[in-house]
T-cell receptor, first 112, second 112 residues
């Protein structure tokens, strides 16, 4: 069964600090992996996509990594801001499937 | 260009009542999805459509029906609401099988 596990479940950090969120998956065959950001009361919005051949991709202060051999991805947030407080969802897609597999998300709270 | 809109934003139902949630998109996307999001459970797929006139069951379809008579609209129906259907419902659209999903703002439904 395709599964996506995220850790930690929740995280509290101080503004300006860095943090790293983890995503492990057992989806096969792998097509791509996306990280979404979901602000409270809103729908998720895509931050970045990783394909099999990509190891690292940055989007501003967000940097995603992918290790296709160990089936792990991470999302690193640099110099966190209050606006980074949100849920971060890892979503993996298999080749040929219409249906992505969602992780349960990591809830990040950034305190001033 | 409104993107993905959902109607209504909030609704309170009594057990046994029926209602229809509307998802509308102006991006000409082929794929549309209905999810529910519950605390600690992440996003779970209810039904989806790969084109006008088509629908298919997702992970948690029981108690829901859907229709896609027009490409731009995807309707989710609850024939006899139950308290277990209290949730936040998100609609998402997608250009094709590999592109990112664009989510609506959500509908918060409470069944008493």
């Amino acid at each position: 069964k395709n599964q996506v596990e995220q850790s930690p479940q929740s995280l509290i950090i101080l503004e300006g600090k860095n943090c790293t969120l983890q995503c492990n998956y057992t989806v096969s065959p792998f097509s791509n992996l996306r990280w979404y950001k979901q602000d409270t009361g809103r729908g998720p919005v895509s931050l970045t996509i990783m394909t099999f051949s990509e190891n690292t991709k940055s989007n501003g202060r967000y940097t995603a990594t992918l290790d296709a051999d160990t089936k792990q991805s991470s999302l690193h947030i640099t110099a966190s801001q209050l606006s980074d407080s949100a849920s971060y969802i890892c979503v993996v897609r298999t080749g040929g499937s219409y249906i992505p597999t969602f992780g349960r998300g990591t809830s990040l709270i950034v305190h001033p | 260009n409104a993107g993905v809109t959902q109607t209504p934003k909030f609704r309170v139902l009594k057990t046994g009542q029926s209602m229809t949630l509307l998802c509308a998109q102006d991006m000409n996307h082929e794929y549309m999805y209905w999810y529910r999001q519950d605390p600690g459970m992440g996003l779970r797929l209810i039904h989806y459509s790969v084109g006008e006139g088509t629908t298919a069951k997702g992970e948690v379809p029981d108690g829901y029906n859907v229709s896609r008579l027009k490409k731009q609209n995807f309707l989710l129906g609850l024939e006899s609401a139950a308290p277990s259907q209290t949730s936040v419902y998100f609609c998402a659209t997608q250009l094709d099988g590999t592109y990112e999903q664009y989510f609506g703002p959500g509908t918060r439904l409470t069944v008493t």
